[in-house]
């Protein structure tokens, strides 16, 4: 059976990236675009989120292979083949946008995605071979996740957390030289994408609260309340030293969208899968349910579809098609400025109906 609350909030990170990152015209709408640098906007925890749903589904997953027998053998090539698939899913995206091979990003979204599910997938394995009480469990990752934040302001900190200087920049320069999303930054490189391994723990932590069998659900509810509240406490004292930066994925940044997240994730989790109240979230939970697919297409969309350049009769240039779109249906009756967000909302629409399409047939596209 699924987790409900798992796919709602899962559902609703790939809602807020369908907006985000599709604007009919760039209007400055200032919480749906990403923190130039410090700070935090809306948008901003979007991807993280994304990142803390995969650590949940973790020991969930692997606790049902266990179950019906799968060796840890067959778990790990699975989790190997998993990783692989993703990464690769991301260099193809890359190439898309730039098929020179000797100047090709390396890293991206996926990329992170896949490093992260494979070292979170076989910690959690390891950990729960050598002890597979819950609760150990649980303070092993939870204090992994510490140490990894911790570790990354003490190091980092030396370097300054400024643009240019800053410890994930010299790396990714270093060893990534030509092959970074900008020339001389990457905001999925090596330094950050390790650090957000401990986002992918937090999200394993509560994969374990939700399964423990030992534990009532209103204890289940408690454990993942307080451990949001902690956090996000936590994450505003630790920005007084490691301002909140999503491009550095600083410790502070970590600490507060793993805090949010909790906290969101007990709201739902009350209300759909306790109080079972989920029917009128469904379209959500269908946009949920095969994440990595619709990344994808909307990727592949954002990189050929919306590239293609035509005559705007409404500004007399030449512009892509989704600005094309909504200077020419949009913008006519909605003016200058709703009009970008109701392209973005429509389009986001467009994509429930597809999704909810595809669930209600069952039909769920996995990697």
């Known amino acids: 059976m699924r987790i409900k609350s798992i796919d709602i909030v899962r559902g609703l990170a790939i ?13 400055g709408y200032i919480q749906l675009e990403h923190a130039t640098w410090n700070g935090v906007t809306l948008a901003d925890f979007a991807f993280p989120f994304f990142i803390i749903c995969m650590g949940v589904s973790i020991p969930i997953s692997i606790n049902n292979k266990i179950k019906k027998g799968v060796s840890n053998n067959k778990i790990i090539i699975d989790i190997i083949r998993r990783s692989a698939i993703m990464i690769l899913f991301g260099l193809f995206l890359n190439y898309l946008s730039n098929r020179d091979l000797n100047t090709i990003r390396i890293m991206g979204v996926l990329q992170r995605l896949g490093i992260t599910y494979l070292i979170g997938s076989l910690l959690y394995l390891g950990i729960r071979k050598l002890n597979n009480k ?3 469990i649980v303070s092993i990752l939870l204090s992994i996740s510490l140490v990894i934040i911790a570790l990354y302001y003490i190091i980092a900190k030396p370097y300054g957390f400024e643009m ?5 920049q010299i790396v990714d320069i270093r060893l990534l030289n030509g092959h970074l999303h900008k020339p001389n930054f990457d905001p ?3 330094i950050t994408t390790i650090v957000s391994v401990s986002s992918v723990l937090i999200g394993s932590v509560l994969g374990c609260i939700i399964t423990d069998k030992n534990k009532s659900e209103k204890n289940k509810l408690t454990s993942m309340i307080l451990i949001g509240v902690i956090f996000t406490i936590g994450a505003f004292l630790f920005n007084n030293y490691f301002l909140f930066n999503k491009r ?3 410790s ?3 600490l507060l969208t793993g805090g949010v997240f909790s906290i969101i994730l007990s709201v739902f989790y009350y209300i759909c899968d306790m109080k079972k109240k989920y029917k009128p979230l469904v379209p959500i939970i269908a946009l949920g349910s095969s994440p990595i697919f619709i990344y994808m297409m909307l990727e592949i969309i954002s990189k050929t579809l919306w590239k293609v350049n035509i005559l705007s009769d409404f500004t007399n240039e030449v512009v892509g098609l989704r600005t094309w779109i909504t200077y020419e249906f949009i913008t006519p009756w909605a003016g200058n400025f709703y009009d970008s967000i109701i392209f ?23 990697i």
Do not use: Q, T
């Not at 809602?15 to 209007?27: E, S």
């Not at 986001?348 to 595809?358: C, E, G, H, Q």
């Open 248 to 250: 550095l994925w600083s």
């Open 344 to 366: 973005s909302s429509l389009y986001a629409v467009i994509w429930i109906i597809i999704m909810l399409y595809m669930y209600r047939k069952n039909k769920f596209i996995k």
């Open 188 to 190: 999925e490189g090596l």
């Open 164 to 168: 240019e200087g800053n410890l994930a």
């Open 15 to 27: 809602l807020l990236m369908i907006i985000v990152n599709n604007p009919g015209v760039k209007r």
């Open 134 to 136: 819950n609760n150990n």
């Open 252 to 254: 502070s940044f970590v």
